[in-house]
């Protein structure tokens, strides 16, 4: 499976490889044509200011601006080459990658994957500017020593020896300040993520002072931001400074060797001027590489945590289209927890849910009930054991086909940027009718007339237009959305009142006599009326199941009378659901009872 993400990216450079092909061909024309400045100035030295031939002159001048022009040409095309293929290369690319950025945070949430889409713009910055374009002209920088060379021994001597002192500086920039590098990069991808993560996060910070505490562990981060990358900077200077200076010295160098060959009268004035313009040229790429070498290092960088993205995200091999589901569903000695690994917290959980059945699971905290919902719709995969879907493994069905047959309502609510009815039609092409129609099974169709363009309304970045319980009610209308045959809701009405929770029962009423499979998980006890088997869950394994009025039986005891409850009465408490703070409210509501002197107690839903 890693081979398909490393073929799909290796695939993707190699074609346009053609490219880079045509780049090095059109650099070696550039190049050559390079050679049109120092031969001008050599003819106009040698020939024709001892001649004084004005036709001369202009007969150079013309051939040397019409050459300048075409190497302008090329330059011009090589540009556009480079652009294109690095659009090229990001279309290619750019879905996989954003696949593997989603998948990538199923398995480790908050981890700042959207990263990776900012690493594939340095990478085709790189491959589209400047930096790869002095390291493609580089291998060209022999060709212009050696036409030093051809024109004294002694000057291609001096070219030769600063194009080995500006190259090992250029070396020396990339050992001094590569872990600088590194570590300023790593160091600003944690800063920007603990900054998406605060941001999300803005009106709890807001309404609890809590911004100058966030705000110190941000300035720490970025201090240590700062610190490397002035420590990278601060080395780099140093080599750039040299460099500009030992070029500059080298200017001098072969100025003065020309010189005293020309006062030997071994050279003449003109292959002075030219060994200079050859030398600079020379050195160029070699220089440039050195100005380039952070974007380089910045580059390389960036393309390794893609291919590690890329290679550590499996992507689901094309499966053979199964059937519509029915809808059994059944769990087999499931064991799972978080996909990295480190934590087991289903612990061999076995039951079977046929159409037609709404299936309750309750249980106290942390005893792995969302994360058994996630395992259910094959966002975590089990560790051991299977779920199994009309008999077969959840493996084994396609992601994309199956989610057309299944209905997720996550514990925490997100809804996406857009319209009401883009985000019940699941982003898909919209269909009017089975969007009203899954709204109003869902009970929200009315709630949804009242906003400010109906279903058009838009409702910001995670529906910060609609209030909690609003937005649980548009999430359940998504879920319900194309008569998907398995329904998972987690603690769908977590944030309903009175009114939604009244719609929520009506909804999972209808979903039962359609024949769906329904899982509901609750800690409400209202909202078991509506199903027909209970699941309790206790340290991630089953503690009892059965028929709802038998496990209600066990699990909800009545509680005593307060003593404070007067003496006109007493009143007997909700009954409760281990741990979901039954017992509180049971004695609240018998001391209330008690103290109104009511005869009959408070009996439990």
């Avoid at 550590?312 to 199964?322: K, Q």
């Avoid at 883009?422 to 898909?428: C, D």
């Avoid at 009242?450 to 309304?457: A, F, I, Q």
Wanted: net charge positive; hydrophobic share 45%; glycine share 12%.
């Amino acid at each position: 499976m890693a081979k398909t993400f490393h073929s799909e990216l290796d695939r993707a450079l190699r074609a346009c490889r053609g490219a880079f092909l045509s780049i090095f061909v059109f650099s070696f024309f550039i190049n050559l044509l390079m050679f049109v400045a120092p031969l001008y100035m050599l003819q106009v030295y040698d020939r024709v200011l001892t001649s004084r031939s004005e036709p001369t002159l202009i007969g150079l001048t013309i051939l040397a601006g019409g050459l300048l022009i075409i190497m302008g040409v090329l330059e011009t095309i090589r540009s556009r080459i480079l652009v294109r293929a690095g659009a090229w290369l990001d279309g290619q690319v750019g879905t996989s990658l954003f696949s593997a950025v989603f998948r990538r945070s199923v398995v480790a949430p908050g981890g700042g994957q959207a990263q990776a889409l900012r690493d594939l713009d340095s990478v085709r910055e790189f491959l589209t500017g400047a930096g790869l374009i002095a390291f493609i002209d580089a291998p060209w920088v022999p060709l212009f020593l050696a036409a030093v060379y051809l024109l004294h021994p002694l000057l291609g001597a001096v070219a030769t020896a600063g194009a080995v002192v500006i190259f090992g500086l250029a070396l020396a920039n990339a050992l001094w300040s590569r872990e600088p590098l590194k570590g300023a990069n790593q160091a600003s991808i944690n800063a920007n993520n603990y900054v998406s993560t605060s941001v999300r996060n803005a009106e709890a910070m807001e309404a609890m002072g809590m911004m100058p505490g966030i705000l110190k562990r941000w300035k720490d981060r970025h201090r240590k931001v700062l610190a490397l990358q002035s420590q990278a900077s601060d080395r780099a200077g140093v080599i750039i400074a040299t460099s500009k200076s030992v070029r500059m010295f080298l200017q001098i160098a072969i100025l003065g060797t020309g010189a005293f060959l020309a006062i030997e009268q071994i050279v003449s004035p003109g292959v002075m001027i030219a060994a200079s313009i050859l030398m600079g040229r020379a050195l160029a790429p070699v220089e440039q590489a050195v100005s380039q070498w952070r974007n380089f290092t910045n580059a390389r960088a960036a393309y390794g945590r893609l291919r590690e993205l890329l290679l550590s995200t499996r992507m689901d091999e094309e499966r053979m289209a199964l059937p519509a589901p029915e809808g059994n569903l059944s769990a087999e000695r499931v064991v799972a927890g978080p996909p990295d690994g480190r934590t087991i917290v289903l612990r061999g959980v076995s039951f079977a849910v046929a159409p037609g059945e709404v299936l309750g699971i309750i249980g106290p905290s942390a005893a792995g009930k969302s994360t058994l919902a996630r395992v259910l719709v094959g966002v975590w995969p089990p560790a051991q054991g299977t779920v199994r879907l009309d008999g077969a493994d959840m493996a084994h069905w396609d992601k994309l086909a199956l989610g057309q047959h299944l209905g997720y309502l996550p514990q925490d609510v997100e809804l996406f940027e857009g319209t009401v009815a883009e985000n019940i039609a699941r982003f898909t092409e919209i269909d009017p009718e089975a969007v009203v129609r899954a709204a109003q099974r869902a009970g929200v169709h009315e709630m949804i007339l009242t906003l400010p363009e109906g279903y058009d309304t838009q409702i910001g970045a995670s529906g910060a237009v609609l209030s909690g319980g609003q937005r649980q009610r548009v999430a359940l209308a998504r879920a319900m959305y194309g008569e998907p045959q398995l329904l998972v809701l987690d603690e769908p009405n977590a944030n309903l009142d009175s009114e939604g929770e009244n719609a929520l029962m009506h909804a999972l009423r209808g979903l039962k006599e359609a024949g769906k499979t329904v899982i509901v998980i609750t800690h409400r006890p209202t909202l078991l009326n509506a199903v027909d088997t209970i699941l309790v869950l206790k340290g991630g394994m089953v503690d009892a199941i059965g028929p709802r009025k038998e496990i209600l039986a066990k699990v909800m005891q009545p509680k005593p009378v307060a003593q404070a409850g007067g003496a006109g009465g007493g009143g007997a408490g909700p009954r409760s659901l281990p741990g979901t703070g039954g017992q509180a409210s049971g004695q609240a509501s018998g001391q209330a009872s008690g103290q109104a002197g009511g005869q009959a107690g408070g009996v439990g839903a």
